[in-house]
Every structure is written in C-alpha cells, then in structure tokens.
C-alpha cells in the first residue's frame, strides 16, 4: 500500500434502523481527485464524515496510509474537512481563522501566523488576512476555508458540496481553481456533489452512489461514456436508454442521427425541437412508447430540419450502444 492510498473496506453507516451506507469497499488513487455522486440521501456525506471522522463507522474499516484509522479523532487522521457553509469564526481575522487550528495545538503565535500567510498565498487572499469573514465575497470565504483546512497539511482534504453557495458563474471558476490546487499540492481530493457536470469537469475518479452502495466508480470518461446500469446512465445524462427485445441498452443521445425513414433505421415520430445554440435537441417516440434523445449539431439540423409530429429515422452506430446490466 502507498503512503496515500486511502481505503474504504465494506463500511457501513447505520442511523437507527435507517442504513445510510451500507458495506461499501473502495480503494482511492493517491494523488488523484475523487467525486462522490449521486442523487440527495444516497450515503454520500456520511460516506465523507465517516472518513473525516466527524461520523462513527457502524461497521468497516478506513485505511489511510496502510493504518486503520477508523476510530481515531479527527485530527489524528491525516485528513481535513472543509464543509459547505465554511463554518468561519466571524469575530476572527482571516489570518486567525486561518491559524485556528495551529493555535488549539499550542503553536506560537509568529510560527502559525507565518504558516497562515504561507496559506494564504497558496489560495491568493494574502492581502485580505486582516479582514472578517463578512467582509469577504462567497468565493473569497471559501478560499479561507480552503486555506484553514489545509494548514493542518493533510494527505486527504474532503469537500463537502463546497461549491453548492457559489453563483454559478464563480462556482465554474472556483472549480477550476479546485482542480489546480489539487494537482499542485499533490494530495488526494474527495469532494462531494450531486451535480453530474461538476463531477466531470473536476474528477479524476467518480464513485456513484445510489441508494447507500456504490453504482459504479472509475475514471470520469470510461463512467460517462459506459455506464453499467439504467440508473447511472439517466442519472450521468446524455444517454438514452432504449428497452430492445435483447435487454436494456444505452446510447449517447449525441450518437443518435436523424434521417428521413428508411430501412435499417429506427422509426420515429418527432415529438419536441428545442435550439440550444450549438446544438438541437430533438425528442422523438419510437416503439413500446419509448423516447429517444438526439442531439444534433446546429448545422446538420438547419440544413435538413424537422418538426413536431414529422415521421423520420433514427440511426446510431452499433458501437455507441452499450448493454445495462440492471
Ligand atoms: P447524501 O449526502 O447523499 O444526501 P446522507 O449521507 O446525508 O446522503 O444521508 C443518507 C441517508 O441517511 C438519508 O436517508 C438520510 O436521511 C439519513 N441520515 C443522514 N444523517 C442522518 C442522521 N444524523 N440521523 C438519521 N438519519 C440520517
């Protein structure tokens, strides 16, 4: 086992009778950016607090780093949380907010506030240390947030939907900020979301969680264009998932093309046109009442368009369709 590698071994979360994870084993890459996702109450922040430590594991073990650190505190671990709200000491400069944790360990105060700087400078907000947290913008707070978890040098950070506070249009800059704080400081990211898009512009890896186990997880793409099962299929998006008499399949709705009907294609009847500028997003019924998805390049569409209520054919290449196991 390398110096990193952080391992989930069948960990379960139990709230009374309710089963919140239920025996999930995972082995994360070191040095790698890791989304957890999935629909609201499927296991994902008790999957994250458990490995954080602020949640007991009901059964299981958490490796880090070849030790179990199941039972041990959270600041014992080797990892950092940094939660949703920030949760900043609004009374606390943000050098001290910065500083925080290095003063509950007894460092003296030049040595932790040198240390903050040192962090500050990593996420640039070093010439806003003297300021309150309600004196920051959302992005700003949750730089000092950022910075705070990682003064106390963790080989695991975990973000807990840290971007769901952002407008969107900070949110796509402050992933992206993310992703390159992660390269550079070269230790394991796991951040969780429920935002599909979010997790493949940030992740190396994506674990999708349903109903308290593990769908399927592995790098970005190969879980994006081969996804296993109906669920991950619809819930990645994308995808239609077309029931044929051979079983259930899916296919990228932006492999499916559009012509007149013909022989050796689907037939369909258009159903909705919508222009979404590079793309036309076209919805048409085929056979058993089944929809089928296809986006077409702007250019393609214009030049031979089609309406609500047109009969057409629908074609993908036998390649873009792949069988669902469940
Ligand atoms: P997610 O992060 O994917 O939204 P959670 O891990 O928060 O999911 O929750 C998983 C399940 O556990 C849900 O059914 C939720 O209601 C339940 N749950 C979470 N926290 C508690 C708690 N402290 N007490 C009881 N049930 C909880």
């Not at 073990?61 to 949380?81: E, F, Q, V, Y």
């Not at 796991?190 to 890896?205: N, P, R, S, Y």
Request: aromatic share 6%; with cysteine.
């Amino acid at each position: 086992m390398s110096k990193q590698d952080l391992e989930l071994v069948s960990v379960t979360k139990q709230y009374g009778a309710t089963v919140a994870v239920d025996a999930i084993s995972y082995r994360f890459k070191p040095d790698s950016y890791t989304c957890l996702l999935g629909p609201s109450g499927c296991g994902k922040s008790s999957t994250l607090r458990m490995i954080a430590g602020h949640e007991t594991v009901s059964d299981g073990s958490i490796l880090l780093a070849g030790r179990d650190i199941s039972h041990l505190p959270p600041a014992k671990r080797g990892t950092a949380m940094m939660f949703q709200n920030y949760a900043l000491f609004p009374h606390l400069s943000v050098l001290d907010n910065v500083a925080f944790s290095l003063k509950m360990k007894g460092t003296e105060t030049a040595k932790r506030h040198a240390q903050a700087r040192e962090m500050l400078d990593l996420v640039d907000l070093t010439n806003l240390a003297d300021r309150l947290p309600d004196q920051l913008s959302g992005g700003q707070q949750q730089r000092v947030a950022l910075a705070r978890a990682l003064i106390t040098r963790p080989q695991v950070l975990l973000l807990d939907e840290p971007l769901s506070a952002l407008d969107p249009f900070l949110r796509v800059r402050m992933r992206a900020e993310l992703r390159k704080l992660q390269k550079e400081l070269g230790i394991s990211f796991i951040h969780v979301t429920h935002g599909q898009d979010e997790a493949l512009a940030l992740a190396d890896d994506i674990i999708v969680m349903n109903n308290a186990v593990i769908e399927q997880a592995g790098p970005a793409r190969d879980v994006f264009n081969t996804p296993q099962t109906r669920f991950v299929a619809q819930f990645m998006g994308g995808h239609n998932v077309i029931a044929l008499p051979t079983g259930h399949f899916a296919v990228r709705a932006d492999a499916v093309s559009v012509t007149e009907p013909a022989k050796g294609s689907v037939a369909g009847n258009v159903t909705a046109v919508e222009y979404q500028g590079t793309h036309v997003s076209l919805s048409a019924r085929i056979t058993g009442d089944q929809e089928v998805l296809a986006l077409i390049p702007d250019a393609t569409f214009f030049a031979n368009p089609h309406h609500p209520g047109d009969q057409i054919g629908l074609h993908w290449d036998a390649n873009d369709q792949h069988k669902l196991t469940a």
